[in-house]
Nanobody, 127 residues
């Protein structure tokens, strides 16, 4: 059974940083899978914000302004997302997921466009 488990969220003050982690299991060959982080802000839809391809290429939404660093460790079957200079606009539930197509297409997305969702980790940025 394929499973994704996110962690690392919490309450952070504006300007702070967080490292979100996603641990995968059940993949026959995790290194072959593109992976993304998807965010759902309060009252908003799902948004792909950062993705990493199976060969390590990365992309993030322009609004990240260089604050996002996505990485993967295929041996450990993990995908991490570091977010720096957090602002209240970063508040939301963060999921890792496998994009079913067009791995580098960022922005609004749907559950059907991604496979193997985790349960998410809540990030709240507030003073």
């Amino acid at each position: 059974e394929v499973r994704l488990v996110e962690s690392g969220g919490g309450l952070v003050q504006p300007g702070g940083s967080l490292k979100l982690s996603c641990v995968a299991s059940g993949f026959a060959a995790f290194s072959l899978y593109h992976m993304c982080w998807v965010r759902q802000g309060p009252g908003k839809g799902l948004e792909r914000i950062s993705c990493i391809s199976n060969d390590g290429s990365v992309t993030s939404v322009p609004t990240a302004e260089g604050r996002f660093t996505i990485s993967r460790d295929n041996d450990a079957m993990t995908v991490d997302l570091i977010i720096e200079r957090l602002s209240p606009a970063d508040t939301g539930v963060y999921y890792c997921a496998h994009p079913r197509a067009n791995w580098d297409r960022l922005g609004p997305t749907t559950k059907d466009e991604n496979d193997y969702w985790g349960q998410g980790t809540q990030v709240t940025v507030s003073s």
